[in-house]
């Protein structure tokens, strides 16, 4: 029944349908600026299509996006994830916050999961924006756009672990945890 669900997930998507955006998350656009995927070139490959239809539900609050609390697999896999530093990430969110997303440090000046900075967190999300609108379209650029204006903390899982790859470019963003053990 999940593949099913997947399956038709991809092809609203590859067709340019729009699939609703959960309402309680603050991070969610309206539904007219539904996060939806440009419609997928027919050389794309079912795993591609696949990846970014879930993407997508992450990227509107729906799904696993929803849970902010654990430490669990990044619900972002595309161009900056890395298999094998998965498990430094894993490490990093359970002893920055013990996977608390809503975590704020006691200065209140480290929020989030992996506890970045105001200014990290929006230096990222300009670092998204080009990739998140070659994949999903102008209307999910904008709203990674929105994300600069809300606190890291309420960003959803998926925002805050695609934020994460991005800043840590195989290896090259590491310096930003100074995380012992990891």
């Known amino acids: 029944m999940r593949k099913v669900a997947v399956l038709l997930i ?6 340019g349908l729009a699939i609703p955006a959960h309402a309680a998350d ?8 539904s996060v939806t995927a440009t419609p997928a070139p027919v050389t794309s490959s079912p795993t591609l299509t696949t990846r970014l239809a879930v993407e997508s539900t992450y990227a509107q609050g729906q799904g ?8 669990a697999q990044s619900l972002y896999t595309g161009k ?13 969110v359970r002893k920055e916050t013990g996977g608390n997303y809503n975590s704020v ?6 929020r989030g999961a992996y506890q ?3 200014s990290l967190a929006v230096g990222a999300s300009w670092m998204m924006q080009p990739e998140v609108k070659k994949e999903f379209g102008a209307q999910a650029a904008a709203t990674v756009a929105k994300l600069r204006k809300v606190p890291t903390q309420k960003w959803n899982r998926y925002w805050q672990d695609r934020a994460f790859w991005t800043i840590w470019r195989n290896g090259h963003g590491r310096s930003h945890w100074h995380v012992r053990g990891c």
């Open 80 to 92: 900056w994830y890395s298999k094998k530093a998965e498990r430094k990430r894993r490490c990093i």
């Open 105 to 110: 440090s006691s200065n209140g000046r480290y």
């Open 26 to 33: 603050p991070v969610t656009p309206a539904p007219s600026a």
């Open 64 to 71: 696993k996006a929803t849970d902010k609390h654990g430490v």
């Open 10 to 15: 991809a092809g609203a998507l590859s067709l």
């Open 116 to 118: 970045m900075s105001r």
